[in-house]
Structure formats: structure tokens, C-alpha cells
């Protein structure tokens, strides 16, 4: 059974940090890609950051760039999201999904597996 856990989520200030984990299991993680979205109440699920799992290339969305750092550890079948510098709009539930074709893309509905989310709550 395919399983995507985020963890890590909670309440920061404006200019603080966060590390989001998603830890999976279930499948060969080698041949996956990894990607991290979030929705907001109100809005459509937005993609964040992706990572092809097998040559480690990474994706940030323009209003994350700079700001975040996604990261693979296949050993531990695990992916980061390091996020520094928050903003109050990047409140969210940020979600982790597995794509099984192993293409990195910011695509909500190319994605196969999906975690049950994850809070982030950026206060002013």
C-alpha cells in the first residue's frame, strides 16, 4: 500500500522557518518523483516545489524561489521542504504526492499518491 506522511507543520512568525517531511513508503522510491503543494482556504491547490527522485532535479514555484529548498533522502524514502524567510501567504495546508511516471511537475493532477496534508500558519 502506497503511503505519503507529511509532517512538521505549525504556527510561525513572518520571517521564520519551517521543515516539512514527507515520508513514503509503499513503492520504489528511485522511480518516483516527489511533489509538494499547498491550498489555501478559498483557493486551488498550487504547486510548490517538485523533485525527480531518480537524477535529483528540483522545481520552485516563482513565489517560493529563494525561499525554499526541497530535498530527497532515498535512503530514508524521505523529502524536505525547508521553508525560510515565511510570508503570511504562504498559510497553507501543504500537501506531498507521488508521481509514479517519475516526472518532476508542478501539476497537481499529474500525480498519483497523496499525503493527507499538512498544516502551515504564518502570523504577522
Known amino acids: 500500500e502506497v503511503q505519503l506522511v507529511e509532517s512538521g507543520g505549525g504556527l510561525v512568525q513572518a520571517g521564520g522557518s519551517l521543515r516539512l517531511s514527507c515520508a513514503a513508503s509503499g513503492f520504489t522510491f528511485d522511480d518516483y518523483a516527489i511533489g509538494w503543494f499547498r491550498q489555501a482556504p478559498g483557493k486551488e491547490r498550487e504547486g510548490v516545489s517538485c523533485?525527480?527522485?531518480?537524477?535529483?532535479?528540483?522545481y520552485y514555484a516563482d513565489s517560493v524561489k529563494g525561499r525554499f529548498t526541497i530535498s530527497s533522502d532515498n535512503a530514508k524514502n524521505t523529502v524536505y521542504l525547508q521553508m525560510n524567510s515565511l510570508k503570511p501567504e504562504d498559510t497553507a495546508v501543504y500537501y506531498c504526492a507521488a508521481d509514479r511516471l517519475g516526472i518532476a511537475t508542478m501539476i497537481p493532477y499529474e500525480y498519483d499518491y497523496w499525503g493527507q496534508g499538512t498544516q502551515v500558519t504564518v502570523s504577522s
Open positions: 523533485i525527480s527522485s531518480s537524477d535529483g532535479s528540483t
